[in-house]
C-alpha cells in the first residue's frame, strides 16, 4: 500500500455520489469495490479509525509484534467468486486437523481427534467400535450435499423457500436443518455424547439457543457453519483477518472508490431517489448526497440513521479470548502432539450434555458452571502474523471463543463478571494439562500477560454490534420471505441497502451482503 492509499480522514472530495457506503467493514468495502468497478463514484464512510469492523488484525499487546484476529479469526463464507471477480490479494489455508477433543474416559485422558489421517481409528478408541465414525460419515455427507446446493445460491437473487427445497432434492436433509430442530438429527444419527456435543456446535457458535429450540435459530447457524465454499470448511485467513480487509480497500480504491475514516454517518434523509447523508469528522459536519446509500451498520443503527422504527433487539452470547503463548502446552492425553491438537478447533467442555446444561444455567441468568469454549492456534497453519524474533523463539498465537455468555450476564458488571468467566472458561482448559495455560502466556512490553477476553458488552462499545451480537442479528434461512426483497438487502426505502451482516444471508465474514447489495443497486 502506498502512502497516498492509507485510510484516510480528509473531507470527502465531492459533494454528491452514485453511492454513499455507511460503514467499512468488510462488507462495506465488498459493495464499494462492486460498484467502483461498475463505473460508479462511491465513498465509504467508516466511523473509526481504520477499516474493517469485526475483520481487523491488531497488535493487541504493548510492545510485541505479533498481529492477531482481534475478533473473527476463520473464514469459510467467503465465495471464491467474490475473490476471483474483485481480483483480491488473499489467501486462506486448509488446517492440517479438522478438530480435537480432549476427554476422559475411565479415569484416563484421552481424546477425539477429527481430520487427516488416523480419524477412523481415533473414533474407534473413544467409542469402543466404528459406528460413530460412519454416522459421522453419513452425516458428513448429507451436510456436503446440502452445502453443494446451497452454497451457490447465496449470491443469486433470493430462492423462493419451495425452488431451495427442490434444489436440494432431499427431503431427509430439508427435514433434519430446515424443519426440525437440529437436536432430533444430532440424537437421531449419533449415540456418544461427546460427538454429539461436536456435531452440535456448529449450531452454536454465535447462537444463543438449545438443541431443541423451536424458533431453529440453532438450525439456521448451523446451516451457515457447514456450506462455505460448498465444503463447510473453516480455514486460516493467511496474514490474519487484517489481510482480507486490507485486500478488499485496495480493490475498492483501486477502482476508485473514495474511503474516509473518522467520518460517522449520523442521519439519513430520503425521499426514495435521492438521498442526503450526514457526517460527523474530526473537520465537523456536513452533507453529502447520494443517489443510493448502502448501509454496512447494523439493522438497529440504519433504523436510528433514517429515524424508522428500530428492529427487534439482537443480543450476542460469546467470550473472545485472544492469546500469545511462549510454548504450547502439555496436553494430559499423551497420545496426541499440542501441535496437532491446536492446529484444529479444540473443542473444551461441549459434551451434548454439558452444553444443554450451560444453556440452562446462562437461561437463568447465571454463568455457566463449566463455560464451553472452542480454541484454534493460528500461527501454526500460518506463522507470518508473529514477528522474526517471536516465530524463531516458538511464540504461538490462541484464539479462545466461549459460548452462552449471553450480554445478560454482564450487564450489572461487565468487568468482574469478564474477569470471573475468563477464570472458570480457562479453569476447563487446564483440566486437560499438564501444565496451567497462565504459565504459557508471554508477556508485553510492560511486563504485563498477554491475554485479552472480549465480551459481548466490550463488542457493543468497541464495533457496535447490537447487543454484541457477532452477526448483527440472528441469522435468516437462505430464501425469500414475506419482507425480504430480491437480493434480501431491501429495505423500506427505495434508494437505501443493507449491504451487513444483517442481510439475508449476512452473518460471518463472507461478503456476501456486500455483492448482493451491489448487484440490487446494480438493478441485477
Ligand atoms: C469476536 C468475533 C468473532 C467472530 N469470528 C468469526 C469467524 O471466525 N469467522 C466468521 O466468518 N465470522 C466471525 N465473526 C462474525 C463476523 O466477523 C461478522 O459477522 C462480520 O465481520 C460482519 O461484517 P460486516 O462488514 O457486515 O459488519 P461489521 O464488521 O460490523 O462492520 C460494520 C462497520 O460499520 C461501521 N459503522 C457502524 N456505524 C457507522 C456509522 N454510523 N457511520 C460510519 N461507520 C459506521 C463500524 O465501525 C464497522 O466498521 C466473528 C465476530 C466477532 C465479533
Not at 485486500?247 to 442521519?267: P, W, Y
Request: proline letters at 6%; one cysteine or more; aromatic letters at 6%.
Amino acid at each position: 500500500m502506498s502512502a497516498d492509499e492509507t485510510p484516510s480522514a480528509a473531507t470527502p472530495a465531492h459533494d454528491s455520489y452514485d453511492a454513499v457506503v455507511v460503514g467499512g467493514g468488510h462488507n462495506g468495502l465488498v459493495a464499494a469495490a462492486y460498484l467502483a468497478r461498475a463505473g460508479q463514484s462511491v465513498l465509504v464512510l467508516e466511523r473509526l479509525g481504520a477499516t474493517g469492523g469485526a475483520a481487523v488484525s491488531t497488535r493487541p499487546f504493548d510492545g510485541i509484534d505479533a498481529r492477531l484476529s482481534r475478533y473473527s479469526y476463520l473464514v469459510s463464507l467467503l465465495p471464491q467468486k467474490i475473490v476471483q471477480e474483485l481480483g483480491l490479494g488473499f489467501a486462506v489455508r486448509k488446517r492440517t486437523v479438522s478438530s480435537y477433543t480432549p476427554a476422559v474416559r475411565g479415569g484416563r485422558s484421552t481424546g477425539l481427534l477429527v481430520g487427516g489421517e488416523g480419524t477412523r481409528e481415533s473414533f474407534a478408541a473413544l467409542t469402543g467400535d466404528g459406528r460413530e465414525y460412519e454416522a459421522w460419515q453419513r452425516f458428513q455427507g448429507m451436510t456436503r450435499r446440502v452445502a453443494e446446493r446451497v452454497f451457490p445460491t447465496l449470491t443469486e437473487p433470493l430462492p423462493s423457500r419451495e425452488d431451495l427445497r427442490a434444489r436440494l432434492d432431499d427431503a431427509d436433509a430439508w427435514r433434519a436443518l430446515f424443519e426440525e430442530p437440529i437436536g432430533v438429527a444430532v440424537e437421531e444419527n449419533f449415540a456418544d455424547d461427546l460427538v454429539r456435543g461436536v456435531v452440535l456446535t456448529d449450531a452454536l457458535i454465535g447462537t444463543f439457543a438449545d438443541a431443541h429450540d423451536p424458533s431453529l435459530i440453532q438450525n439456521r447457524c448451523f446451516l451457515y457453519h457447514v456450506i462455505g465454499n460448498s465444503t463447510g470448511d473453516w480455514d486460516v485467513p493467511v496474514g490474519g483477518m487484517g489481510a482480507l480487509t486490507d485486500a478488499l480497500a485496495d480493490a475498492a480504491r483501486a477502482t476508485g472508490a473514495e474511503i474516509r475514516v473518522l467520518h460517522e454517518a449520523t442521519r439519513i434523509e430520503t425521499d426514495g431517489t435521492r438521498a442526503e447523508v450526514t457526517v460527523r469528522s474530526p473537520g465537523g459536519e456536513r452533507v453529502v448526497g447520494a443517489r443510493r446509500v448502502l448501509v454496512n451498520a447494523s439493522p438497529q443503527a440504519l433504523a436510528a440513521l433514517l429515524g424508522d422504527e428500530p428492529p427487534a433487539p439482537a443480543e450476542g452470547a460469546q467470550l473472545k479470548v485472544n492469546m500469545l503463548l511462549t510454548r504450547l502446552p502439555k496436553l494430559r492425553d499423551r497420545s496426541v502432539d499440542p501441535h496437532r491438537a491446536f492446529a484444529g478447533t479444540f473443542h473444551i467442555a461441549e459434551g451434548y450434555g454439558q452444553l444443554a446444561t450451560a444453556y440452562r444455567e446462562a437461561a437463568a441468568g447465571r454463568p455457566p458452571t463449566a463455560p464451553p469454549s472452542e480454541i484454534y492456534c493460528h500461527s501454526l497453519t500460518d506463522p507470518s502474523i508473529l514477528g522474526p524474533g517471536l516465530a524463531s523463539r516458538g511464540y504461538q498465537t490462541l484464539t479462545l471463543f466461549g459460548l452462552h455468555t449471553p450480554a445478560r450476564l454482564f450487564a450489572a458488571d461487565n468487568g468482574t463478571t469478564r474477569d470471573a468467566l475468563l477464570g472458570a472458561t480457562l479453569a476447563e482448559l487446564d483440566a486437560h494439562l499438564e501444565e496451567p495455560i497462565t504459565d504459557c502466556l508471554a508477556l508485553d512490553g510492560d511486563g504485563r500477560p498477554c491475554i485479552e477476553a472480549k465480551t459481548p458488552v466490550d463488542l457493543e462499545r468497541e464495533l457496535r454490534l447490537p447487543g454484541g451480537h457477532i452477526f448483527h442479528r440472528d441469522l435468516s434461512f437462505p430464501y425469500a420471505t414475506g419482507e425480504t426483497g430480491r437480493w434480501g438487502v431491501e429495505t423500506a426505502h427505495a434508494n437505501v441497502l443493507l449491504c451487513g451482516a444483517g442481510a439475508v444471508r449476512g452473518g460471518g465474514v463472507s461478503g456476501v451482503p456486500g455483492h448482493n447489495a451491489a448487484m440490487a443497486a446494480l438493478g441485477r
